[in-house]
């Protein structure tokens, strides 16, 4: 079975991370949840970030989803989703996405209020969402 292509390719017409509610940190943001996805994903058996072909596979779109700075303390949460990749065609819609999971959230509190506790934040979410999408994706895949 070839590897699980995980498409990560995130830029203007293919916002996969958004980082909005991150303020000027947006942009850090957005690029800090890229590279935990690529990171976890290559590291994990049975999965690359390279597409060949006519990859199949999923993609994790992440957000921010909570930024608040009280304190001294950053408190910000993640939401994400899992979808099929690539888009499949339907009658009813012409291509689409087909969602394997939508319920993907998780919180949690760094220390101090710079922009590098905003993304530390932002990076240990992510990572844990990630590491957590791993077996969805696999058990998901053997379906297809």
């Not at 910000?76 to 989703?81: A, I, M, N, R």
């Not at 101090?112 to 990076?123: F, N, R, V, Y």
Request: with cysteine; proline share 3%; charged share 25%.
């Amino acid at each position: 079975m070839p590897p699980i292509f995980v498409n990560t390719d995130h830029g203007l017409k293919n916002k996969l991370y958004n980082g909005t509610k991150a303020g000027k940190a947006a942009a850090a943001a957005e690029g800090k949840m890229q590279r935990v996805v690529k990171r976890i994903i290559d590291k994990a058996a049975g999965f690359t970030t390279i597409q060949s072909g006519q990859a199949k596979g999923y993609v994790i779109r992440l957000e921010v989803s909570k930024v608040e700075r009280t304190g001294h303390q950053t408190k910000c949460g993640l939401s994400g989703s899992i979808v099929r990749y690539p888009p499949t065609a339907t009658r009813e819609r012409g291509k689409g996405e087909e969602m394997v999971s939508t319920n993907m959230t998780g919180n949690a509190t760094a220390d101090g209020t710079s922009e590098g506790s905003l993304l530390d934040c932002i990076e240990a979410i992510a990572e844990d969402l990630v590491s957590k999408s791993i077996p969805i994706m696999r058990a998901d895949y053997l379906k297809r």
